[in-house]
């Protein structure tokens, strides 16, 4: 981080001038708060500092992004919602994405954590005047009550964004809470029609016959999540 705050320095305030190397800029006074990024001036001394801090961390998300579309990608749910004609942007951005969002939100809140705590350097590189500055300025003239507060913030906002993500957690899946308050599965029975359309998935038109749903049923009584069976009347049931 350090390294790549003195080289976003040198090419784009040194050779290039287009942004302010160091300070805050222009500020706005709001609630009684001087805001810089509702100016213009503000916003481009922020550019290069947010861009310092996002790079590693938009680099450790996209990676893990895509491991968890390349595994999810090659699983039977997302064949199912193919073979039942669901566009392909529906199925990466409602199927695909609602499952890999669990490891994401965990490193997101961990990280963003981190950001807040241990921006120090970028803002002691471009004379940021924020919280990881007022900390070093503090350990330099030995004032130990502003040392104790921020870490005390530090710590407070770690405890707070994991109470967040384990919000987050019963959101993503459900299935947690409904185990711990004793839900019972709903059993859903499938119509003939239905068994047609969604149980003999795979198979082509011309070819689903009464045959190819029986052998289709037979085939769903092994899956142990989503078991097809019929009850004393012969109903199928899920």
């Known amino acids: 981080t350090f390294w790549v705050g003195l080289m976003l320095i040198m090419i784009f305030s040194v050779w290039l001038g287009v942004l302010p190397s160091t300070g805050r800029g222009a500020t706005v006074e709001v ?29 450790l998300l996209v990676r893990l992004t895509r491991a968890g ?4 990608m090659v699983q ?43 921006s120090i350097i970028t803002e002691t590189v ?10 070093i300025d503090s350990i330099n003239v030995l004032d130990r009550p502003v040392i104790v507060a921020y870490l005390m913030i530090i710590v407070f906002l770690f405890i707070f964004i994991n109470l967040l993500v384990d919000i987050l957690y019963t959101a993503l899946d459900p299935r ?24 003999a998935f795979g198979v082509p038109e011309d070819q689903i ?8 049923i037979a085939r769903a009584t092994t899956d142990v999540d989503h078991p097809v069976d019929r009850d004393q009347i012969g109903r199928a049931h899920v």
């Open 76 to 118: 039977d749910y997302v064949r199912f919602a193919r073979a039942k004609g669901v566009p392909e942007n529906r199925v990466v951005s409602v199927h695909v994405l609602k499952n890999i969002l669990i490891p994401i939100v965990t490193v997101v809140g961990l990280e963003f954590g981190s950001l807040i705590a241990f």
């Open 31 to 59: 609630l009684g708060l001087h805001l810089s990024f509702l100016t213009w001036d503000g916003l481009k001394h922020l550019l290069m500092p947010a861009t310092n801090l996002a790079l590693f961390k938009l680099s």
């Open 209 to 216: 016959n009464d045959a190819a749903v029986a052998r289709a």
């Open 69 to 72: 579309t390349r595994e999810a």
């Open 176 to 199: 947690g809470w409904q185990d711990q308050i004793g839900y019972v599965p709903q059993t859903i029975y499938l119509t003939d029609d239905t068994l047609r359309r969604n149980v």
């Open 126 to 135: 471009f004379a940021w005047p924020g919280m990881g500055k007022l900390l």
